[in-house]
């Protein structure tokens, strides 16, 4: 069974370009959540889909977006990248909803991207 | 707003102690309790995914426990071993009445080295 899949691995864009990140859920889950992970600031959360809804979102600034497709796989877009969007960018997806098992979150490889 | 805290942040053992990490949070309205271990800049492994209302889990030579009214989880893992040496992540999702929210809030994680 193949796990969450994240492309791509590695990223480096300049300051005030614009970025999209793809993940594509283990198959049959639902849910997918992103994350920031930098050394000070740890892991947040940005947001989470369910069945192309948005059902959460974190304290990010409005450059950064979501989006799900009917087959679950999800993108981020971050716009007008600063310097401190440098970070592991992980996906996470779950079955979403029913028992509290499914609610067990499976993250992808992430996406390393540096902004110069 | 949830809170939580990992003790301790780094860990040294020699292979074969037994150790414990420690995880506390601030709301006990958790759905549930998940622990993972990252490897350097790796994505995250789940561990073990402790609902709200158990006590304890167990995956081989790891077990979890959670005491949700004190706002306190542990994770004992026995017989360690230098394959271990990862950071282990704590992570609580918030709910209520038997309802999960997506987002999880994580721990800044305990960095365990296991020396031969």
């Known amino acids: 069974k193949a796990g969450v899949t994240q492309t791509p691995r590695y990223l480096i864009k300049t300051r005030g370009q614009q970025v999209t990140l793809s993940c594509s859920p283990i198959?049959?889950?639902?849910?997918v959540s992103w994350y920031q992970q930098t050394p000070g600031q740890g892991l947040q959360f940005l947001f989470e889909?369910?069945?192309?809804?948005?059902?959460n979102k974190g304290n990010f600034p409005g450059r950064f977006s979501g989006r799900q497709f009917s087959n679950s796989r999800s993108e981020m877009n971050v716009s007008t990248l600063e310097l401190g969007d440098s970070a592991l960018y992980l996906c996470?997806?779950?079955?979403?909803?029913?028992?509290?098992?499914?609610?067990?979150?499976?993250f992808g490889q992430g996406t390393r991207l540096t902004v110069v | 707003k949830q809170e939580v805290t990992q003790i301790p942040a780094a860990l040294s053992v020699p292979e074969g102690e037994n150790l414990v990490l420690n995880c506390s949070f601030t709301d006990s309205a958790i759905y549930n309790l998940q622990w993972f271990r990252q490897d350097p800049g790796k994505g995250l492994t789940s561990l073990l995914l402790?609902?709200?209302?158990?006590r304890e889990q167990t995956s081989g030579r790891l077990n979890a426990s959670l005491d949700k009214s004190s706002g306190r989880s542990t994770l004992y893992i026995a017989a360690s071993q230098p394959g271990d040496s990862a950071t282990y992540l704590c992570a609580v999702r918030r709910g209520a009445g038997g309802t999960s929210y997506g987002k999880l809030t994580f721990g800044q994680g305990t960095i365990l080295t296991v020396h031969p």
């Open positions: 402790i609902q709200s209302s158990q």
């Open positions: 889909y369910f069945s192309e809804t948005q059902r």
């Open positions: 996470a997806s779950s079955l979403g909803q029913g028992a509290f098992m499914n609610t067990e979150a499976f």
């Open positions: 198959s049959g889950h639902r849910s």
